[in-house]
């Protein structure tokens, strides 16, 4: 039997979306900073939408960030390089091309919620987060879907059942509008200990800094 773990744990809820990129940043510099402090997390991942009203068959992705942002292709390229490094750098391959496309992501924040009641929450977080940035597939499609929560040792059918069945759907809403009606506006968004909070990929410095101050006050 292993010795019972005594290190200290943090309460992490971070509000994200399955298809930004930053999200994907900020949670590696966020574990980084957990790892080297010998700290342990009980991580919440929480739904947001950044394009909410993206339609079924999405939109090629560099013609997306340049509408909405107004960018150059320049511009984007070059926002691409500086992710592609960045994540390199913290273990994570971005694998960005000129077919990439931003979709919708309503049914895997409901899978996402379903694999909450389950326990299985965060590895398929983890597991959407390579499909989509990684191996380049559509997280709204429920094949995908489904893959992505076989690859983590969940049952593909009951999968199915719970997204087919529509009873995540006003949870979902229910805790969009939670986030939202706080201010939030960007992701990622972390909170800290219920306290604490955080927007965007802050580093690993600054989260050991954050991490340190809970555990201070909890001492």
């Given amino acids: 039997m292993p010795p019972p773990d005594n290190r200290p744990i943090v309460q ?125 597939r559509d997280v709204s499609d429920m094949d995908v879907l489904l893959e992505a929560v076989r690859s983590i040792g969940l049952d593909a059918d009951t999968a199915r059942q719970a997204l087919e069945s529509g009873e995540h759907i006003a949870p979902v809403r229910e805790k969009q509008l939670f986030w939202t009606s706080r201010g939030i506006s960007g992701v990622p968004s972390m909170v800290f200990g219920g306290k604490y909070l955080l927007t965007g990929a802050q580093g690993s410095e600054t989260y050991t800094q954050v991490l340190q101050r809970c555990l201070s006050e909890a001492a």
């Fill in 12 to 136: 992490i809820d971070i509000v994200s979306d399955v298809v930004c990129p930053w999200c994907v940043v900020g949670f590696r510099q966020l574990d980084m900073a957990l790892q080297q402090q010998g700290v342990l997390a009980r991580l919440r991942w929480h739904p947001f939408e950044l394009n909410p009203d993206m339609p079924p068959e999405g939109q090629n992705l560099r013609e997306h960030i340049m509408a909405k942002y107004g960018s150059t292709a320049e511009q984007s390229q070059q926002a691409r390089d500086k992710l592609t490094s960045i994540g390199a750098k913290l273990g994570f391959a971005f694998n960005f091309d000129d077919d990439s496309r931003m979709v919708n992501t309503f049914a895997a924040h409901q899978l996402l919620d379903w694999a909450e009641s389950v326990g299985r929450q965060h590895p398929l977080k983890l597991a959407l987060f390579d499909a989509y940035f990684t191996a380049q």
